[in-house]
């Protein structure tokens, strides 16, 4: 929340109305539920529910308490002073440095370090350090929040045995046998199983089923700093037959690697993602920026742009993890409910697409996986068994709701989805995939298209009634797409400028003319 003290929060607007939040999970973790607080064609409810965004229990939490003062969102911000935050687009790391001056007896200077592993898709860690100008008594607690559970249901929370391990699992709401679990183990100076106490504190300690902590009484030397680190292990059942085992290894076995040895893994997956002729460089030729803010903007955004992309996106190595797509405001953010739109494909798939094709494959992934719903679609809004149409919005199922219509709404999305198919295949050349995978789905679009276009006397054409505003700018794609009602013809006599390069611009492993030449 953006007010500690619980005021008039922004709301953060359709379809859920709810205050605007941040909070933690994992790919693919949408729940199920009735409705949402405003829809666009709420009869559609009849036939079945909402499928938005879900968190787990926010995990990050060091919590500080000095001479009974609390060091969280709550804080007199009066005590904090020298304040500094970065977080590096290269490697990942997030930093907060500040001095806090919870009384006259005491100041301290405070760190925290915070990143996701890069090369692990199941660990994290955050390290808090602190230097105090007197010696002075503190209390520091790992807390698993689980305010952070938005739209989840609590199912279990643990401490392991004989360990610093503390644990909660949830479920989307009205999903129980979908499970997150969350494991925290915490090292530093002191801090063992025999000095461990619960966490006990009313105000950080909220009444909340999936919230679970564990507290250390610790001295603070004058000068002298105390480093205390968390290591966490998040897995889901959306992505592991055991995620149970597979959380709590993971926090382990990153407590024994330690958070150095974890950074530097993390730091060189990420530089091996973003190499300097894999991102947009505007700076001149001796490594300065021109003084011209526009470049300079340029020049930021081409870093951002790539790291938070890649940031919500898994390789495409043989497992089953990556193929959720984007939400609109990416992983942690429920704007727009956290479905995935059109964005996905059109926009966000080409900025990855080119550099990262291996990344990009979790997008065209997710709308395979939902096709078989997209046939359900097609059939009860009385297209043939040969059609498919995919709903505005997705979410776990795919089906057409109140927020994602599938007719007289928005068919553009299915042409983003044509297209951003031929796009990956035009980038990979993974004739395999588009002929097993993709060529069902874009000749049941193509079909789709085909029933949905009625001649129309008056402009002597075809056309498609009940538009939507962005369907407009897609009509010329949609009469191309029409003329297409078969595989062969699609991929022989769809324009070139869209399917084909000249062979002069081809890459040894780009799509090859024989598989075009053989459906």
């Not at 973790?29 to 829809?39: A, H, L, M, P, V």
Request: with cysteine; charged share 15%.
């Amino acid at each position: 929340m953006t007010d500690p003290n619980g005021g008039n929060l922004p709301i953060n607007g359709w379809p859920l109305d709810n205050p605007r939040q941040t909070f933690c999970t994992v790919s693919g973790f949408f729940n199920s539920q009735k409705n949402t607080t405003r829809t666009n064609f709420p009869e559609l409810l009849l036939k079945g529910g909402e499928s938005v965004i879900a968190g787990i229990p926010n995990w990050p939490n060091l919590i500080l308490e000095v001479e009974g003062a609390t060091l969280n969102a709550s804080v007199d911000s009066s005590t904090i002073s020298d304040f500094n935050s970065t977080r590096s687009l290269k490697n990942g790391l997030q930093t907060w440095n500040y001095t806090w001056t919870p009384s006259s007896n005491s100041s301290l200077s405070v760190s925290y370090e915070m990143f996701m592993d890069r090369s692990q898709p199941n660990v994290a860690a955050v390290r808090l350090s602190v230097v105090s100008t007197s010696s002075i008594n503190a209390t520091v607690t790992d807390l698993i929040d689980g305010r952070g559970a938005v739209r989840s249901d609590p199912h279990s929370t643990g401490t392991l045995d004989n360990s610093t391990t503390i644990y909660s699992a949830v479920s989307p709401h009205w999903l129980g046998n979908i499970t997150a679990w969350i494991f925290s183990t915490v090292e530093g100076p002191g801090l063992d199983v025999a000095s461990r106490t619960n966490a006990s504190s009313s105000f950080y300690l909220p009444s909340n089923d999936s919230t679970i902590g564990q507290s250390w009484n610790i001295e603070l030397n004058a000068g002298a700093a105390v480093t205390i680190t968390k290591y966490i292990g998040i897995a889901s059942s959306d992505g592991f037959n055991n995620p149970q085992a597979v959380a709590q290894d993971a926090s382990l076995q990153a407590s024994q690697a330690g958070f150095d040895e974890l950074f530097q893994g993390s730091a060189k997956a990420w530089a091996d993602l973003l190499t300097d002729d894999m991102v947009d460089d505007y700076t001149l030729p001796d490594g300065s920026l021109p003084d011209d803010q526009d470049v300079v903007d340029m020049q930021i955004i081409s870093k951002a742009n790539a790291h938070y992309l890649l940031q919500n996106l898994l390789p495409e190595d043989g497992g089953d993890l990556n193929h959720w797509s984007i939400s609109v405001g990416g992983l942690g953010s429920d704007s727009y409910a956290g479905l995935v739109f059109w964005d996905a494909d059109i926009f966000m798939s080409p900025g990855v697409s080119v550099s990262h094709p291996k990344y990009a494959a979790q997008i065209p992934k997710y709308r395979v996986m939902l096709s078989p719903q997209a046939a359900i679609n097609a059939e009860e809004n009385d297209f043939s068994s040969e059609a498919i149409i995919y709903p505005w919005t997705s979410g776990r199922f795919g089906n057409c709701t109140g927020t994602g219509p599938c007719v007289d709404y928005q068919y553009h999305l299915n042409s983003d989805i044509f297209l951003n198919n031929l796009l990956y295949w035009r980038v990979t050349g993974d004739d395999s995939w588009f002929k097993n995978q993709a060529i069902p789905v874009n000749d049941a679009i193509v079909q789709m298209f085909s029933e949905l276009v009625k001649y129309n006397q008056t402009v002597d054409g075809y056309s498609i009634a009940n538009l939507t505003d962005p369907d407009g700018k897609y009509e010329l794609i949609y009469v191309l797409i029409v003329e297409l009602t078969t595989t062969q013809n699609m991929l022989i006599r769809f324009p070139m400028a869209l399917t084909r390069l000249p062979q002069s611009q081809r890459s040894s492993s780009g799509p090859k003319d024989t598989l075009r030449n053989s459906q």
